[in-house]
């Protein structure tokens, strides 16, 4: 029988902030990073903070200013800071997620963990969770494991129902019982590629997107979860 699949979003959704957001606060602490790759998202920061921006364009400012530095960082150096991260953060998670991710272990789903956090630290975090496959940014090495800033294969990532595809066809699993989990209007594409979608803390847009189409939302807040 073909194993059933299931696919998540990780920063968000599992995970209960960026590992991106992480890894560039702590690359700037260690000072492989410059004080200036924080100044280019501050200002989203602290429009998402004071409830005055949304969160994707805080997100997205994290990603450029990230792609604009990693340039000619050492590939040794980021991975230590990954570690590092995720030995810091790795159990802040969500309790939903983290419980759908063990349940549906034990019943024989293959787990896949989507991101747009760089695939170096996705692996490190996503690998204590039982994850049988990691979808991240993929940053690429040229002479003397320095990266170039250029990422392969970004068509892929942009588009999550790539990805669903892709895993169903080179790891012959079924779609048949396959869920989705996803955060933000980014995940639409994922969760639509699935039999059961399910939204989790979603934003508004994916929120007014999902009650249209009558997905299954849950949000966790504090100690309490509920659909």
């Known amino acids: 029988m073909q194993k059933p699949v299931a696919f998540f979003d990780i920063d968000g959704t599992v995970f ?3 590992l991106l957001i992480e890894l560039v606060e ?13 100044e280019y998202y501050l200002e989203a920061k602290q429009k998402w903070i004071d409830r005055e921006g949304n969160y994707e364009e805080y997100i997205d400012a994290v990603v450029d200013s990230f792609r604009h530095h990693i340039k000619g960082v050492f590939y040794g150096d980021l991975a ?5 991260v995720v030995s810091l953060h790795s159990k802040r998670v969500y309790r939903y997620t983290r419980d759908l991710i063990a349940s549906l272990k034990k019943e024989g789903y293959y787990l896949v963990a989507i991101s747009q956090s760089p695939k170096t630290v996705l692996d490190e975090f996503c690998r204590q969770y039982g994850f049988d496959k990691v979808y991240g940014r993929i940053y690429e090495i ?3 494991d320095r990266f170039t800033g250029v990422v392969e294969g970004e068509h892929l990532i942009g588009n999550k129902a790539n990805i669903v595809a892709r895993v169903l066809k080179e790891e012959g699993l079924t779609d048949k019982g ?3 989990v996803g955060d933000t209007e980014g995940d639409i594409s994922l969760l639509e590629a699935v ?3 399910i939204c989790f803390n979603p934003n508004q847009a ?5 009650k249209r189409r009558r997905w299954k939302v849950v949000v966790e807040r504090k100690d309490v979860i509920y659909e």
């Open 178 to 180: 396959s869920i989705g």
């Open 16 to 18: 209960r902030s960026s």
């Open 206 to 210: 994916l929120l007014t997107h999902a």
């Open 80 to 84: 230590d800071i990954g570690r590092e």
């Open 142 to 144: 040229g002479s003397q």
């Open 195 to 197: 039999e059961h979608p």
């Open 26 to 38: 702590k690359l700037v602490e260690r000072k492989i990073f410059p004080a200036e790759a924080e």
